[in-house]
């Protein structure tokens, strides 16, 4: 038998290239054990940086528990394989320990979309409302907030301040702003941003897909429009879907987030089929990839040179981050109270 590679050339690219990869994960163990340092990853981020993070006794979870992991975690160093923020309320909460980033230009477009200086104008226009900040935001916005919140407890605490009568600001995501002021009734003015991830979701497409698959359930993430949210049967954040996903009795699933998650999906929920929520309108030829670009940025190799040259490092204004910590420490006790962080969100 002729055993001669047709390609022998790219065979051998191949096995370097593999053999590359498994070098530089060894040397990551090692440089997280020499540096008293941990990976925490979010689920979008690429699924070897996930699967590092869990192999090293790090952490891969949605932006809240992340926040909550780093905080608890006795490591002085934290590696936050995510997005600028991610990195920042790391910071925030944990002033003592050094916080690396693979690279700081993983920004959110809800973050960009708020700038400090219009949101606190925007804010001091309106003295008379609790102002609500996503996790998705600068320092300098979280430290002008009264509550910093995630996807997995936005509903709660709007429930919560409704129930104290409190008006609230909310901002920058007017979708799950809208959903969550549909939700709770609360009476809620919302700031302009969105995903720009969430946003390419399309409602007629996913209409189409539901018909295609009539068995399959729509999990989807409260950034996403209205329109999209109306067809779901399942809205949460991260977390929230992923449990979904397990619990669920369904074994097909239409899933409307970043493609990022279905790494996580597959491994919680083996044998079950899961389909991307469609990007494109009908019969468009154009479509978006549902990845983050910027969660994109996030590799082994990024990671390596961090913890190699000790930079990039998050490094944020001392009395910008005193006052950021108010907030983002009510959202962590909050979260606690409430047990959040799985399920009981909306239809979940
Ligand atoms: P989660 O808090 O649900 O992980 O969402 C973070 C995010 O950026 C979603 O796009
Ligand atoms: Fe921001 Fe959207 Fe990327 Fe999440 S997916 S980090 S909300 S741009």
């Given at each position: 038998?002729?055993?001669?590679?047709?390609?022998?050339?790219?065979?051998?690219?191949?096995?370097?290239?593999?053999?590359?990869?498994?070098?530089r994960?060894q040397r990551i163990k090692k440089l997280l054990a020499e540096h008293?340092a941990?990976l925490?990853?979010?689920?979008?981020?690429?699924?070897?940086?996930?699967?590092?993070?869990?192999?090293t006794?790090?952490?891969?979870?949605?932006?809240?528990?992340?926040?909550?992991?780093?905080?608890?975690?006795?490591?002085?160093t934290?590696v936050?394989?995510?997005?600028?923020?991610?990195?920042?309320?790391?910071?925030?909460?944990?002033?003592?320990?050094?916080?690396l980033?693979?690279?700081?230009?993983?920004?959110?477009?809800?973050?960009?979309?708020?700038?400090?200086?219009?949101?606190?104008?925007?804010?001091?226009?309106?003295?008379?409302?609790?102002?609500?900040?996503?996790?998705?935001?600068?320092?300098?916005?979280?430290?002008?907030?009264?509550?910093?919140?995630?996807?997995?407890?936005?509903?709660?605490?709007?429930?919560?301040?409704?129930?104290?009568?409190?008006?609230?600001?909310?901002?920058?995501?007017?979708?799950?702003?809208?959903?969550?002021?549909?939700?709770?009734?609360?009476?809620?003015?919302?700031?302009?941003?969105?995903?720009?991830?969430?946003?390419?979701?399309?409602?007629?497409?996913?209409?189409?897909?539901?018909?295609?698959?009539?068995?399959?359930?729509?999990?989807?993430?409260?950034?996403?429009?209205?329109?999209?949210?109306?067809?779901?049967?399942?809205?949460?954040?991260?977390?929230?879907?992923?449990?979904?996903?397990?619990?669920?009795?369904?074994?097909?699933?239409?899933?409307?987030?970043?493609?990022?998650?279905?790494?996580?999906?597959?491994?919680?929920?083996?044998?079950?089929?899961?389909?991307?929520?469609?990007?494109?309108?009908?019969?468009?030829?154009?479509?978006?990839?549902?990845?983050?670009?910027?969660?994109?940025?996030?590799?082994?190799?990024?990671v390596e040179t961090a913890l190699t040259t000790g930079?990039?490092?998050?490094?944020?204004?001392?009395?910008?981050?005193?006052?950021?910590?108010?907030?983002?420490?009510?959202?962590?006790?909050?979260?606690?109270?409430?047990?959040?962080?799985?399920?009981?969100?909306?239809?979940?």
């Open positions: 038998m002729n055993t001669t590679h047709p390609m022998p050339g790219l065979m051998r690219t191949q096995s370097v290239t593999a053999l590359d990869q498994a070098r994960i008293n941990v925490v990853a979010h689920y979008y981020t690429d699924a070897d940086l996930q699967a590092l993070a869990e192999e006794g790090g952490y891969v979870s949605d932006s809240l528990d992340m926040a909550r992991y780093g905080h608890e975690h006795k490591a002085t934290l936050v394989a995510g997005v600028r923020f991610m990195g920042e309320t790391a910071k925030i909460l944990n002033p003592e320990k050094r916080v980033m693979p690279t700081l230009e993983a920004t959110c477009s809800l973050d960009e979309s708020c700038p400090a200086d219009a949101f606190q104008a925007f804010c001091d226009a309106h003295p008379d409302r609790t102002v609500v900040v996503y996790a998705n935001t600068s320092a300098a916005v979280k430290a002008r907030a009264d509550w910093v919140v995630t996807s997995s407890i936005a509903l709660r605490l709007a429930r919560h301040l409704a129930s104290r009568g409190e008006k609230i600001l909310w901002a920058p995501d007017r979708h799950l702003g809208a959903y969550v002021r549909q939700e709770s009734g609360a009476d809620m003015l919302l700031w302009r941003g969105s995903c720009i991830v969430h946003d390419e979701f399309r409602a007629e497409a996913l209409l189409d897909l539901k018909e295609r698959y009539p068995d399959a359930d729509v999990l989807a993430h409260p950034e996403s429009s209205a329109e999209v949210l109306a067809l779901a049967d399942m809205i949460g954040s991260t977390t929230a879907m992923i449990k979904a996903a397990q619990t669920r009795s369904a074994r097909r699933f239409i899933v409307a987030t970043d493609n990022g998650i279905l790494h996580k999906m597959r491994q919680a929920a083996p044998g079950k089929e899961f389909l991307e929520a469609p990007t494109g309108g009908r019969g468009a030829t154009c479509k978006s990839c549902a990845h983050c670009p910027w969660m994109a940025m996030n590799s082994l190799a990024s930079g990039p490092e998050i490094r944020i204004e001392e009395s910008v981050r005193q006052r950021a910590l108010k907030p983002v420490m009510r959202m962590l006790e909050f979260a606690a109270s409430q047990k959040a962080g799985v399920l009981g969100f909306g239809n979940a």
